[in-house]
């Protein structure tokens, strides 16, 4: 079955420090694959998506995620991680199964400290 | 309008009751989505409303669920004899041209239900 999994429950970096936020995925064919982000009291915004070509995609608010087919991993990076980031992040999958199914992770809340 | 807009924002009901939740999708958006997320839990697909076609409704949990788009538009949730396990934060999304998984969700804020 098609499955979407974001290991980190919740990950707390300092302000300026580096980011990455682990998502992988199962599925058989290469999925369409999106990052989402919710911050407080707001609605999913998002991030960046990668549907095929270059493999390292870029986002908004400086985020970029690489897609590595062989380790069925997108992970998401930022290199600078700012007190505004924090929120919960999203990993999704869509899959082309000649219908509309998009499966969603469980999310990972990001906690930046001063 | 700007964006997805849901109403209301927050609902809280007795056990038994129906609920009905509303999404204004983007103006010209023609794919629409329904999807629900429980505390500490990623979205849960509930279904997907794509111009004149039949919706799929491959997502709905129970048979208590059913959902309406009137006019290509406007959507309605409704969750008829509600259910404790049914408090959730219910959102909306859309999307311009419903190749859904390619094109861009919007989401709207969400109705936060709360079933007591």
């Known amino acids: 079955a098609q499955s979407v999994t974001q290991p980190d429950i919740h990950i707390t970096v300092s302000e300026g420090a580096s980011l990455e936020l682990r998502c992988n995925y199962s599925y058989g064919a290469t999925p369409y694959l999106f990052w989402y982000v919710q911050s407080p009291g707001q609605g999913l915004q998002l991030l960046l998506k990668?549907?095929?070509?270059?493999?390292l995609v870029q986002g908004i608010k400086g985020f970029e995620a690489e897609f590595k087919r062989s380790q069925s991993s997108f992970n998401l990076r930022k290199p600078s991680v700012h007190w505004s980031d924090a929120a919960e992040y999203f990993c999704a999958v869509g899959l082309n199964t000649g219908g509309f199914k998009t499966i969603f992770g469980a999310g990972t809340r990001l906690f930046v400290k001063a | 309008g700007a964006g997805v807009s849901q109403s209301p924002s927050n609902k809280v009901t007795e056990k038994g009751k129906d609920v009905e939740l509303r999404c204004d999708p983007i103006s010209g958006h023609t794919a629409l989505y329904w999807y629900r997320q429980s505390l500490g839990q990623g979205l849960e697909f509930l279904i997907y409303f794509q111009g004149n076609s039949a919706p799929d409704k491959s997502g709905l949990p129970s048979d208590r669920f059913s959902a309406e788009r009137t006019g290509g538009s406007v959507s309605t949730l409704t969750i008829q004899r509600t259910q404790q396990e049914d408090s959730a934060v219910y959102l909306c999304?859309?999307?311009?041209?419903?190749?859904?998984?390619?094109?861009?969700?919007?989401f709207g804020p969400g109705t936060r239900l709360l079933v007591l």
């Open positions: 990668y549907f095929s070509g270059d493999t």
């Open positions: 999304a859309s999307s311009l041209v419903g190749r859904g998984n390619q094109e861009t969700q919007y």
